[in-house]
């Protein structure tokens, strides 16, 4: 296991300028080597492990501050995030904008699927915000839940999306910081499974 370096990395900023997103890549640990299995189920040989770069707080408020002029627009009363590690990007946004946080707990196959505690329905519009996206289905899972509890939802944030200009098709605004060229393959096409028949769980790593 090793880190890969930001200079191999085609990353493309949508909020924020280049140079401060290559020093957030560049963290160590947020960038690694290896044999992946992503929470999507898809295989890949490099993984951006957020809570490397959201062990920093300045690092969050950045982050955070680049999102919150597109956020603020859509007028949040509430903000929910998986236990996972976006929970720092969203404690940060909720505290800039002084709205209640949510969590929202994996079910047995990974994704957001029953709110954490003992929470207040979710009334009013929501804030969804997770750490790396590459398929939005986290996203979508959140959505549901968002909606079944009793909210609407105001539109998602997060920090990266795992592939340059991908788009996710939400029924809902998004923002995100930047598209990273992190490929992804499914399992039955991945080169990597004949010599390592175990890849790293993802899930496990952030
Ligand atoms: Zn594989």
């Known amino acids: 296991m090793s880190d890969t370096s930001v200079a191999e990395l085609t990353f493309c900023p949508l909020a924020g300028d280049a140079a401060s997103l290559a020093?957030?890549?560049?963290?160590?640990?947020?960038?690694?080597?290896?044999?992946?299995?992503l929470l999507s189920g898809r295989h890949t040989d490099k993984f951006l492990a957020f809570s490397a770069i959201a062990a920093e707080t300045a690092a969050l408020d950045q982050i955070a501050s680049w999102l919150r002029p597109a956020v603020e627009a859509w007028a949040p009363d509430s903000v929910l995030a998986p236990t996972t590690a976006g929970v720092g990007l969203a404690a940060t946004l909720a505290r800039m904008m002084s709205l209640p946080l949510q969590l929202a707990a994996a079910g047995p196959e990974g994704r957001p699927s029953v709110l954490v505690g003992t929470p207040a329905p979710l009334a009013?519009?929501?804030?969804?915000v997770n750490d790396v996206t590459t398929t939005g289905t986290a996203l979508g899972a959140l959505a549901g839940l968002a909606e079944t509890s009793g909210g609407v939802v105001a539109g998602a944030a997060w920090f990266a999306s795992r592939q340059i200009g991908g788009e996710l098709s939400l029924p809902f605004p998004t923002a995100h910081v930047a598209d990273v060229d992190l490929p992804s393959w499914p399992e039955q096409e991945c080169g990597l499974c004949s010599t390592d028949p175990a890849p790293e769980n993802a899930r496990d790593l952030n």
């Open 23 to 37: 020093r957030l890549l560049s963290v160590e640990g947020a960038l690694r080597q290896g044999h992946f299995r």
């Open 124 to 128: 009013g519009r929501v804030l969804l």
